[in-house]
């Protein structure tokens, strides 16, 4: 006889349980495909049945996920796919919500529903894929675009400043920030994990690949040729050692940091030791881009650079709403319609 599948146990279905019958239609070699995979990968293990399950995204090439997951989910309207989240977290905290988004999605139209989101602290779970590009409108640079990038929007270059995500979300107190790559998904799926046991917003950048409009963008820091030099990863109670052979690392004048090599006079005990419990610190990182003091450039740093425990919007709204109901009773429409003062004429 067949054994009958339980789906009353949380953890009864896999990746494949999470495809749907949708073509994914990115384009070929889309960084956005390793994504989708660690997502399905992960969120079989989280605990939670696949009917309460969400996601929910905006606009933009990333925005196609929720077609692509195997479970309820919403393909909303241009930057407000936080706040649709928002309303059904409030009202159904008990859901599994993540929400989806992009560069341009998130940051330009949709800023400002993304940074009160993250103020108010909604335990939700946001992945923003940064290719610094519009992809879904054919290569207009983006918020995030360098300085200089040239694109059909900006043919002699950029003169905007672009915006830092990470140092964005510090800015509005997010209560977790990590960095991760679409082409490490071991990485990726470490951080996707760590940010899903967050309770709290959970804010993670994810550098991916935009391979028709801006091609190799964050190269550097996949490549095996150069990924070792060029990037710092970060690990609670680790030392910011990065480097070929391991040979260098990451300390702090003060609250400046610098680049060293380990040898005789530089131990690992002299470096920074990472604590993602020190918000100072990941203000640093977040900003850790180039030296202000040397010329030598700083190694990209990727991990979870901070979280803290505070209160969350949805359950601070509950208990509020549920000691409003404790005082006033039970509601009467006529009463409420009437008011509390009467008089006669």
């Known amino acids: ?18 495809q749907t019958d949708q073509d994914v239609r990115w384009c070929p070699g889309c960084g956005d495909y390793s994504i989708l995979k660690q997502v399905q990968s992960v969120v079989p293990d989280i ?14 090439c990333s925005s196609r996920f929720p077609y692509y ?12 796919a936080t706040a649709i989240a928002s309303g059904l977290k409030a009202t159904r905290p008990e859901l599994s919500v993540w929400i989806i988004t992009g560069d341009g999605d998130a940051l330009s139209i949709g800023g400002n529903h993304f940074i009160h989101l993250l103020r108010r602290n909604f335990d939700v779970n946001i992945l923003l894929f940064n ?18 990038k040239i694109t059909k929007s900006t043919p002699m270059g950029s003169i905007d400043h672009p915006f830092n995500p990470a140092a964005l979300a510090m800015g509005a107190d997010a209560s977790f ?17 760590a940010g899903n046991n967050h309770k709290g917003s959970s804010f993670i950048e994810i550098y991916q690949n935009c391979n028709v409009f801006n091609d190799g963008a964050f190269f550097t820091y996949t490549d095996k040729a150069t990924k070792m030099e060029e990037t710092v990863m970060v690990e609670d ?6 480097g070929a052979e391991r040979q260098k690392g990451i300390k702090l004048d003060g609250f400046v940091p610098e680049i060293v090599n380990l040898g005789k006079d530089v131990s690992e005990n002299d470096l920074w030791i990472h604590d ?41 709204l509950n208990e509020q709403s549920a000691q409003a109901l ?14 509390n003062k009467v008089w006669e004429i």
């Open 69 to 80: 997951m195997n479970t309820y989910g919403m393909h909303s309207i241009h930057g407000r």
């Open 1 to 18: 006889m067949a054994e009958v599948k339980d789906n009353t146990d949380p953890n009864s279905f896999t990746s494949k349980d999470l």
């Open 177 to 193: 920030v990590a960095r991760s790559m679409d082409r490490d998904p071991k990485h990726l799926k470490e951080i996707l994990k």
């Open 326 to 339: 404790e005082k006033m009773k039970a509601g009467d429409l006529n009463a409420l319609i009437r008011g």
């Open 131 to 148: 290719n610094e590009i519009y992809g879904l409108t054919k290569g207009q640079y983006s918020p995030t675009s360098h300085r200089g």
């Open 47 to 60: 605990g939670v049945k696949k009917e309460d399950i969400v996601f929910i995204s905006g606009i933009g």
């Open 237 to 242: 109670g680790k030392p910011m050692v990065f």
């Open 276 to 316: 993602s419990a020190d918000r100072l610190k990941a203000q640093l990182l977040a900003r850790m881009f180039h030296n202000p003091k040397m010329e030598d450039h700083f190694p990209r740093p990727f991990g979870i650079f901070y979280k803290h425990d505070r209160p969350c919007y949805e359950d601070l």
